[in-house]
């Protein structure tokens, strides 16, 4: 009778967290998922209750995680808020290696050209008019940019520009977009630049050192010095 | 074994057929054996410039789809003693009668029997463009001081970069009027090399004796005291191995080739 249970929920002050066995099979885990559901969910209240699922060590497939996501919804007052694993597939591991790596690449962008990486880009070079350089993440041009730089392409809007010499014809920042003054005077102005979106949603272009304050988590050491 | 250079540019009129013309003539004079390659197939003017327009026979076309050989369609220009010659374009056909493929065998073919061949560009970059580049193993991009052929310049840069079989493009800067680029009205010599970074392998002042010799149809190469004449005199130098300072345009200006010295990139 004392047998081991495949779904233990838990009440906390932000909702129900699920655990999820990892070993027994998935049909079981289902049927068992639906039985704890039904049982628990005939509490009177409308009230909307987020729900939190861990599946340890068990991959779900996409198709799973929505076949349990729909079970948990069918319950009437019940929300997921997150499914989480332990584990991911080498791909995803591939794809979030990408996404937070900086790719580092000795090139002149020229007109007519687009550069695309995954994560951050560090270019080691020009973008001249014409030519385009898009990042998921932050760019980094140690040469001049004269043409156009898109970060964040993803939707990130913390991701920022910056650029030795910055003379964009545009600059786009996860979908907001600026472009370069009609006059383009201040000659001579020969400090690094980055450009980021500000509070107003506004892409701003400031001296490069204002990104420590703004920006903390562009730093990767860990530890400190 | 000889070496094919492809004169091109991205825009037009920016002095390709001048160049290749002038550059031809040039190497000729230095005693090296010269076919220019007009590719520029529907608008030929090569053979204009070169004033060897009414002695042609047979056409590029003509020796692609092989209703001669290329010897016969080769138009020998008489004021060179068996140094120069020139391959006509077609007039009739349009671009797309000729293919990269038959255009590398033809240009590997000349390689056999002429120390240099210069192949004249259209402007553009479509199919005219790709049989021009087909064959060559080096190229020299044209441009004026302008914005707009600058901008083309490094777009067709670009796309002769991905070209492996064509070495790192060089630089001409055509059409150059000192006394503007002195006042800063035009775009300097620096600046473009700058924007480019390619090696610049020579610059040629803007002068109207350039069309009054192509009109006559008498490369203004042949001409031993005009400055673009020299110019195109020292490019040819340059092509050759020889270590040629910039020219200095303007007297007042000693600056210039010291600053733009460190530009050139000569064999
Ligand atoms: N250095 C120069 N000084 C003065 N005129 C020049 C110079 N170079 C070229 N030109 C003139 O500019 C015009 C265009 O030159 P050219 O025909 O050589 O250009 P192109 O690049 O071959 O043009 P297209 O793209 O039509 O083939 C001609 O009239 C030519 O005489
Ligand atoms: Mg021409």
């Known amino acids: 009778m004392n047998r081991k249970q495949n779904v233990t929920i838990k009440g906390t002050k932000d909702g129900l967290t699920l655990h999820l066995d990892d070993v027994c099979s998935y049909e079981e885990l289902k049927k068992e998922l639906n039985q704890k559901l039904t049982e628990s969910s005939r509490s009177s209240e409308d009230r909307l209750i987020s729900v939190m699922v861990h599946t340890g060590n068990r991959y779900l497939s996409e198709a799973q995680e929505e076949e349990i996501k729909e079970l948990i919804r069918q319950k009437k007052n019940l929300v997921v808020e997150s499914v989480r694993s332990n584990v991911i597939t080498k791909n995803e591991a591939e794809k979030l290696k990408q996404d937070n790596e900086i790719l580092s690449i000795a090139r002149i962008i020229r007109s007519g050209q687009v550069l695309e990486v995954p994560?951050?880009?560090?270019l080691i070079g020009d973008v001249n008019p014409g030519g385009t350089v898009k990042a998921g993440g932050n760019i980094f041009i140690m040469g001049a940019l004269k043409g156009i730089a898109h970060a964040g392409?993803?939707?990130?809007?913390?991701?920022?520009?910056?650029?030795?010499?910055?003379?964009?014809t545009q600059l786009r920042i996860s979908d907001s977009l600026t472009r370069a003054p009609d006059d383009n005077v201040e000659e001579g102005k020969r400090e690094m630049e980055c450009a980021y979106i500000d509070e107003d949603n506004q892409i701003t272009i400031d001296r490069l050192q204002v990104l420590m304050h703004i920006r903390p988590n562009l730093s990767k050491l860990q530890g400190g010095f | 074994m000889g070496e094919a250079i492809v004169i091109t540019s991205g825009k037009g009129g920016v002095g390709k057929t001048t160049t290749s013309a002038n550059i031809g003539t040039a190497l000729?004079?230095?005693?090296?054996r010269v076919c220019l390659v007009d590719t520029d197939i529907g608008l030929r003017n090569l053979d204009v410039v070169m004033g060897l327009e009414n002695r042609i026979i047979y056409d590029l076309v003509d020796v692609i789809e092989e209703r001669c050989k290329v010897p016969q369609a080769l138009?020998?220009?008489?004021?060179?003693?068996?140094?120069?010659?020139l391959l006509p374009a077609a007039q009739t056909s349009d671009k797309n009668a000729v293919n990269s493929e038959q255009m590398k065998k033809l240009i590997d073919e000349l390689k056999q029997d002429y120390d240099y061949i210069i192949i004249d560009c259209p402007a553009g970059i479509e199919q005219g463009y790709r049989n021009a580049v087909a064959g060559a193993t080096k190229a020299?991009?044209?441009?004026?001081p302008e914005v707009s052929a600058v901008r083309d310049a490094d777009r067709i840069i670009g796309l002769l970069e991905k070209e492996e079989h064509i070495e790192s493009p060089k630089l001409i800067i055509n059409r150059i009027r000192p006394h503007l680029m002195k006042n800063g009205d035009m775009l300097d010599v620096e600046e473009i090399t700058n924007h480019l970074s390619i090696d610049l392998i020579g610059i040629v002042a803007d002068d109207d004796q350039v069309i009054k010799a192509s009109n006559h149809g008498e490369p203004i190469a042949m001409n031993p005291n005009n400055v673009a004449s020299i110019a195109y005199r020292n490019i040819a130098r340059r092509i050759l191995g020889e270590s040629v300072p910039l020219q200095q345009l303007e007297e007042e200006n000693p600056g210039v080739f010291t600053k733009i010295k460190k530009f050139f990139g000569v064999k």
């Open chain 1, 153 to 168: 392409i993803n939707g990130n809007k913390e991701a920022v520009i910056s650029a030795s010499v910055m003379k964009p």
């Open chain 2, 140 to 144: 020299i991009v044209v441009t004026t």
């Open chain 2, 28 to 32: 000729a004079l230095q005693g090296k």
């Open chain 1, 119 to 122: 994560g951050d880009l560090l």
């Open chain 2, 75 to 85: 138009v020998k220009d008489k004021r060179f003693d068996d140094l120069l010659y």
